[in-house]
């Protein structure tokens, strides 16, 4: 179960990010690939930490 909670709200965070920059413009390409490393570090530890397997 927070496997799939984990899963969706990553998701979700993607899906926010990639709507604001190529839907509304509201952030340039520099703030949406440091938006998208810093999720993946996020991602990274909280797989180490919970052990969350995809």
Do not use: E, P, Q
Not at 34 to 47: F, G, Q
């Amino acid at each position: 179960m927070k496997n799939m909670v984990f899963l969706g709200s990553v998701v979700a965070l993607l899906m926010v990010l990639f709507s604001l920059h190529y839907g509304l413009h509201l952030i340039n390409d520099t703030t949406l690939k440091v938006s998208l490393l810093v999720s993946l570090i996020v991602v990274l530890i909280a797989r180490k930490k919970w052990k969350i397997s995809f």
